[in-house]
């Protein structure tokens, strides 16, 4: 899945308000467009933790409709919101990945988080004992 979503800004007032169709959580904004968005980026972000912190499905983003900028989770980000969602489907729990990587539980319980800080290397080896693998791609801004 790509961890892309289309976001509505609305003009209130000086304020740029960012919103998210699928993710009604994540709301921010800026004065301007640029600030805006940078600030919908890290509503995203948190927004989506939150998903993983409360144990509920992270939604697919929805179509992007006219008017609409697309907004990006940060890579780090995105890969642990697919670890967590092939954790669910497959039904492995903290301690079965943690069995296959040779850790310990609170060693996947981080790598799990997006709020912690992991090595992009360590969520890609637990993305391949699930069965998936991390894909970077590069688009015009």
């Not at 960012?18 to 927004?47: H, K, N």
């Not at 301690?95 to 981080?110: F, I, K, T, Y």
């Amino acid at each position: 899945m790509i961890y892309t979503y289309p976001c509505d800004l609305t003009r209130d007032d000086e304020w740029l308000v960012a919103t998210f169709a699928v993710v009604t959580e994540a709301i921010s904004g800026g004065p301007d467009r640029a600030e805006a968005l940078v600030q919908a980026i890290e509503a995203l972000a948190f927004a989506l933790s939150g998903y993983i912190h409360n144990g509920w499905d992270i939604p697919e983003p929805s179509v992007q409709a006219a008017g609409q900028e697309m907004v990006a989770v940060p890579t780090v980000v995105a890969a642990k919101l697919a670890l967590y969602s092939a954790m669910r489907a497959q039904q492995v729990t903290k301690v079965e990945l943690a069995r296959r990587l040779g850790v310990s539980e609170a060693a996947v319980r981080r790598l799990v988080n997006p709020d912690h800080r992991s090595h992009i290397g360590q969520v890609n080896k637990a993305l391949a004992a699930v069965g998936h693998s991390l894909v970077v791609e590069v688009v015009p801004a």
